[in-house]
């Protein structure tokens, strides 16, 4: 009887390790390559606090993703293209895997799009990266979603446009791109190209240095130039300069229209009473009266478990848009869990089936509490982007009004400019194009 007790004990000890080993692998791991230290450290910390409030409030709420738990590990990049890739290979085969990546970072998605295709990670790019990945033929493993650079310049346009009274008002009128100077500032100049021969406006490209503490020459420039409209393509510290760099030089802060990266709480507040009337585009909702946002407050931070350490920018713009990237993130698994197995942990290529079979209609937004929190969204093997709405947004002073109805670019003119794109990047790398009517 000893020798049988002494053989058992053992015997329970490997099933029970066993057990543990079932439980630890039922966590879906997602790799977060953040930033929230140097220049952009307030954009960072406040999309990152959200998408991990999410993450954490479906594990509190739900107990994860029909029973998969989500996990995640933060790797700081300082918003730095070599260090966003040492993040990124550091941390895609921990938890077995990662799901999914979103950099957060337009030059940081350009480093990656090639190792994505080799280890089979699906990259999320929500209202950033590279535009011409729209095109799921090319870019199998590239989703810029919900809505593009690309598309955000066409509304701009539309925006203006419906200002001046009609596409008819713009022939003559001078527009000036103030851009951060990378390829994320660069990403829309063919686009406001484009509408410039078609409606007959002026057209000029400035760049401003990183991280763009100093625009001086720059607003010289502009008062020479003497812009109808300014856009303004900025980041971090560069938007609230400019804005303040605006005021001192007497440009009309009414004709200073926004990226969606240059319209948080984070750029308008530091520049005081010079940020009153300014306007952005936006593709989500903020408010910290959101009844989402208000759920995560009581399911996460009540229980003290929230990212975000002042609390008063929950509910802010990034960190509502957090929440998106959040939702984008557990709805692909949970899509992917459909036709995979629920309550299974996912691989990247079942998440990647996942993403481009997402339907996020007015009706499933609404069950996830999220109804006009962000536009309806419906993916395909072809069309990575699926949205492209835009609404714009002012500030008040004290909060950011929506002003406008989502805005739909025009659909034909941009996947004709991505095809030509993605097709050219096709043939110097020679990828076969996919046949997405053989994809289900």
């Not at 596409?167 to 100077?181: F, N, P």
């Not at 975000?308 to 929440?323: A, K, P």
């Amino acid at each position: 009887m000893l020798h049988r007790k002494n053989l058992i004990t053992p015997l329970i000890g490997l099933v029970l390790a066993a057990s543990a080993g079932v439980a630890a692998a039922q966590e879906q791991f997602v790799p977060l390559l953040s930033y929230r230290v140097g220049a952009y450290a307030s954009g960072g910390s406040g999309i990152f606090g959200g998408y991990i409030d999410y993450m954490s409030y479906i594990n509190m709420k739900e107990g994860g993703v029909n029973g998969v738990k989500l996990a995640w590990e933060e790797c700081e990049t300082e918003y730095n293209n070599s260090r966003g890739v040492e993040c990124y290979e550091r941390l895609k085969k921990k938890g077995g895997g990662a799901a999914l990546v979103q950099p957060l970072s337009t030059g940081i998605t350009y480093s990656l799009i090639d190792r994505v295709v080799v280890d089979k990670v699906p990259m999320v790019t929500l209202g950033y990266g590279r535009t011409d990945a729209a095109d799921g033929r090319v870019f199998p493993w590239v989703f810029p979603m919900i809505t593009t650079y690309w598309s955000q310049a066409d509304a701009m346009v539309k925006f203006i446009a419906k200002k001046e009274g009609g596409d008819a008002k713009m022939k003559g009128k001078k527009l000036v791109h103030l851009y951060h100077d990378s390829a994320y500032g660069k990403e829309p100049i063919g686009v406001f190209q484009a509408y410039a021969k078609k409606l007959g406006y002026e057209f000029t490209a400035i760049a401003v240095p990183h991280p763009g503490n100093e625009q001086s020459s720059q607003w010289q420039q502009i008062r020479q130039i003497k812009p109808d409209y300014v856009i303004l393509w900025g980041w971090g510290v560069m938007n609230p300069t400019a804005i303040k760099t605006a005021q001192r030089t007497g440009f009309p802060r009414e004709k200073l229209i926004g990226v969606w990266w240059a319209g948080a709480e984070e750029d308008v507040i530091p520049a005081g009473a010079a940020s009153k009337g300014y306007t952005t585009a936006a593709f989500n909702v903020s408010g910290d009266k959101l009844p989402l946002v208000q759920d995560i407050k009581k399911v996460v931070y009540a229980k003290g478990k929230g990212n975000m350490e002042d609390e008063s920018r929950v509910g802010s713009v990034l960190h509502t848009r957090g929440i998106v990237h959040g939702i984008i993130t557990v709805e692909a698994i949970r899509k992917a869990q459909e036709k995979y197995g629920k309550g299974k942990v996912m691989t990247g290529e079942q998440v990647r089936w996942g993403l481009e079979n997402l339907n996020l209609d007015e009706a499933r937004l609404k069950a996830l509490n999220a109804a006009g929190f962000m536009p309806p969204l419906k993916m395909s093997c072809a069309d990575h982007e699926g949205s492209g709405l835009v609404k714009f947004q002012t500030w008040d002073g004290n909060q950011w009004k929506v002003i406008s109805d989502w805005i739909t670019p025009d659909k034909k003119m941009l996947r004709d400019m991505i095809e030509e794109s993605s097709t050219k990047f096709a043939k110097e790398k020679g990828i076969t194009l996919r046949d997405c009517s053989k994809e289900s």
